[in-house]
């Protein structure tokens, strides 16, 4: 540490903090409105300015202008107008708002983009919260990663910002190990977009909550000035990279029932592939994307499924039933072919053969 930076941790201590706040999504907006409320409350924080993302153009022809979920809270909470930045560049920038608006505490949660050194060196703390006990999970994905692996317990952490690394600060404080079973019962309690995996959702909200008040705690007792060391001996180090188109592809040989049930709930809509036919006899056939969107174990498993792959209508459901990994087959009941709306099993069968080709229809398999 410089000796400019000590003697500025030094002043700092026992004065109330002047936070400025990196985040972006549901999870990091927990945190925001828990420095919020320490602010209120008058002695330990007090400002506080919001540093989000730009806002992006979606929906049917580039309508809508979507912000980020936190600009909402922030305006609810009555903060400041945020501060937009999206480069590295514009985040160095900031060291001049630092040096003028005194700011002496960096907050970072789910923000996106590193915090770099220059920014890190012009205050005096700087922390983010974290959705893992770290070292398990250090990466842009942990919640996801945590109920793919069928964890039973996760956390979060409060560490210090590293000058050039993600999830490489040293730890200041973690929660106990929380039951994931009992965090997805709670539900959710913020809104989110309709797309959003379900699972995925509730734990970014609980995980959220249980963050702020470990944030809190670390503000209130101080505890950023007194960090010892940064390794934990009895937690795993692990993984958790950003979340992939292709995490979503479903591969029949190797994924059973109940993992796919548990990668809807956790990435959204799985795909596969269907052979298709051209109407020229002399073309090779061509794969087509397939899309479930609403599907479960199902309770039977008809003989003529065989193949990991293979799928029937079910006459008695009205659904589809694909034969996976192991013995159990999913039921589809929202299915989309590629180039075509979301529509039902009796639907997607109906439609097969002048999709597929009279041939290939006959071929019941997803690849």
């Known amino acids: 540490m410089s000796f400019q930076r000590c003697n500025r941790l030094l002043s700092t201590i026992n004065r109330p903090l002047n936070v ?9 907006s927990h945190s925001l409105k828990g420095l919020d409320e320490l602010k209120r409350q008058g002695s330990k924080i007090a400002q506080i300015q919001l540093v989000t993302r730009s806002p992006k153009w979606c929906g049917r022809q580039n309508s809508i202008l979507k912000y980020p979920p936190i600009v909402e809270v922030a305006r609810e909470l009555g903060l400041r107008e945020p501060l937009v930045c999206d480069s590295r560049q514009d985040l160095v920038d900031l060291s001049e708002v630092v040096k003028d608006e005194h700011y002496n505490l960096i907050v970072a949660v789910s923000f996106g983009k590193l915090i770099p050194s220059e920014l890190i060196n ?27 692996n069928g964890d039973k317990t996760t956390g979060v952490t409060v560490q ?12 200041v404080a973690q929660t106990r190990a929380l039951n994931i079973d009992e965090l997805l019962s709670k539900g ?18 609980q995980l959220g909550i249980e963050g702020s008040r470990l944030l809190q705690k670390v503000i209130a007792q101080e505890l950023y000035t007194k960090i010892k060391n940064n390794t934990t001996d009895t937690i795993e180090p692990s993984y958790a990279p950003k979340i ?38 002399d073309t090779a056939s ?44 999913i039921q589809v009941s929202k299915i989309q072919f590629e180039g075509y709306k979301v529509e039902n099993a009796t639907q997607f069968m109906t439609s097969l053969r ?3 080709g009279k041939t290939m229809a006959e071929q019941r398999l997803f690849l």
């Open 354 to 356: 002048k999709r597929c």
């Open 122 to 148: 012009a205050v005096p703390f700087a922390l983010n919260v974290h959705p893992s006990l770290l070292p398990r999970y250090k990466g842009a994905s942990p919640i996801q990663h945590a109920l793919l």
């Open 188 to 205: 959710t309690v913020s809104r989110f977009e309709d797309d959003t995996p379900r699972a995925t959702a509730i734990l970014m909200d």
């Open 286 to 329: 061509i794969m087509k994307r397939v899309i479930l969107h609403e599907f479960h174990i199902a309770s039977r498993h008809p003989q003529q499924l065989q193949e990991p792959g293979n799928f029937t209508f079910d006459q008695e459901t009205s659904d589809l039933l694909v034969k996976c990994k192991g013995p159990y087959c």
């Open 244 to 281: 992939t188109t292709e995490m979503k592809h479903i591969d029949w040989n190797s994924h059973d029932a109940a993992t796919l049930v548990r990668r809807l709930a956790v990435l959204g809509p799985l795909f596969t592939y269907k052979n298709t036919c051209h109407k020229r006899k």
């Open 20 to 28: 400025l706040f990196f985040g972006s999504d549901q999870f990091s």
């Open 160 to 171: 210090t910002l590293h000058p050039s690394k993600f999830d490489q600060g040293s730890i």
